[in-house]
């Protein structure tokens, strides 16, 4: 009886251990709305916010623009204005799908490491050492432009996985590269860029571009790249699935975000928002230029971008960003270790980016907001993390406040300043 006794206080102590480690376990929930003044934002001066982008829409800079705001993991706005598509007359809706193109290499990104977490790879890997086709580059040294011949030098070093996250690489971006060298290059070599009807896959686009000349040695400059596309075909290879069907798996369903698709179900094709220039005073559809502006709804259906090449809503992308807030976790179910996180939004380019990002710097496929950027004003705090994407989609999530900012728009050939007005209101909002 005695031993018995002794016994108790280790197996109080035991219990008293595995209850605090249960409390420990974070278990955010999901997003919600919330009244703003619950988490410190005053309504009045968020209904600015109305103001704004509708007079953005009768002002006729932008033809329609959905946002959601969040704070503390609660919606405190999220509403829409203006036309989905004004060639047939449709209203925007807040949950309608827009393309949002480069907003797609956060999530290919956080995809990566993922895997990185499973112990599959080192960050500073060769890429060659899983793409066998990457062996053997070369720097681009003179090009004629009559003919599309070339000279070229060996790489210094090998692109490694690092390289790739962080547009360092010296890969190029064809048809939006700012070296016409590149832009014919890749033309010439077929390469797919972005977006594609076509029934190409990422596997034959990328051996294709491991072939072609570098911008520059890997890791000396910084060059807005197809290194996250690299990357897709790269997820592929890891995981042994198609990267559609990875995302699917081991983010969008558990994450809830269930509008989220390279490619959209039939059911829910109506809800793609159409592509609008302005032209003659007017907003009408971006006619097909090196891709079809419909490719998220016809065509193969086969190329899956990690650069480019997802449709989202503004809802479902808040949710994505909430995950990193939330130091990698949503609902209790964790999929990124806070220190990955950290990780993943740290300066990983040093001063490579320079000129006028100077109040930049560059994650794992994240801009952070540097100081200087923040003292600036109404651009967030130090560390906010931003991207945006081709056809005119932005968001930026604020670590320290607590904040994500979504906003959708879905022109070409247009300029709008809808983007800064959008975080200026949010930051004037705050009453806490």
Do not use: C
């Amino acid at each position: 009886m005695k031993s018995s006794l002794l016994f108790l206080p280790f197996l109080f102590i035991g219990f008293a251990q595995a209850t605090a480690q249960t409390k420990s376990i974070k278990n955010s929930p999901a997003l919600g709305d919330a009244a703003p003044e619950t988490v410190g934002i005053s309504s009045e001066r968020l209904s600015r916010m109305d103001g704004v982008l509708q007079n953005a829409v009768t002002q006729g800079a932008v033809p329609g623009v959905a946002a959601i705001v969040v704070r503390n993991g609660k919606i405190v706005y999220h509403k829409a204005f203006g036309m989905a598509d004004n060639e047939s007359n449709r209203s925007l809706k807040r949950d309608d799908i827009f393309r949002i193109a480069s907003m797609t290499k956060a999530i290919t990104s956080t995809a990566v490491m993922m895997l990185w977490e499973e112990g599959k790879f080192q960050l500073d890997d060769p890429i060659s050492k899983y793409i066998p086709e990457f062996k053997n580059q070369t720097v681009l040294k003179n090009f004629k432009f009559l003919d599309s011949t070339y000279t070229t030098e060996p790489v210094k070093s090998e692109i490694t996985i690092r390289h790739l996250l962080t547009h360092t690489s010296g890969l190029g971006y064809g048809v939006i590269d700012g070296d016409e060298r590149f832009k014919a290059m890749y033309h010439k070599a077929g390469i797919v860029d972005l977006f594609t009807t076509q029934p190409v896959k990422i596997s034959d686009n990328i051996k294709k571009l491991a072939k072609l000349p570098l911008h520059h040695h890997p890791g000396e400059k910084y060059v807005y790249s197809e290194g996250l596309d690299v990357l897709g075909y790269f997820i592929e290879i890891m995981s042994g699935m198609p990267f559609d069907e990875f995302l699917r798996k081991r983010l969008f369903d558990p994450l809830g975000m269930n509008d989220t698709y390279f490619y959209l179900p039939e059911a829910k094709a109506s809800r793609l928002v159409a592509i609008q220039k302005p032209q003659n005073g007017q907003w009408v559809r971006y006619p097909n230029t090196f891709y079809d502006t419909e490719y998220p709804v016809k065509g193969a259906k086969a190329f899956f971008s990690g650069g480019a090449g997802l449709s989202s809503t503004a809802k479902d992308y808040a949710t994505f960003l909430l995950m990193y807030l939330n130091g990698g976790e949503v609902s209790g179910k964790r999929f990124l270790s806070r220190k990955t996180i950290e990780t993943i939004l740290s300066n990983q380019v040093g001063e490579l980016l320079g000129g006028d990002k100077a109040n930049s710097s560059y994650g794992l496929a994240f801009g952070l907001l540097n100081k200087a950027g923040a003292e600036k004003g109404a651009k967030g705090s130090e560390g906010t993390f931003e991207w945006g994407g081709y056809f005119n989609t932005n968001y930026f999530a604020d670590p320290k406040e607590k904040i994500i900012g979504v906003i959708m728009k879905q022109t070409q050939s247009s300029g709008d300043n809808l983007n800064n007005l959008f975080r200026q209101i949010i930051y004037q909002s705050i009453d806490d």
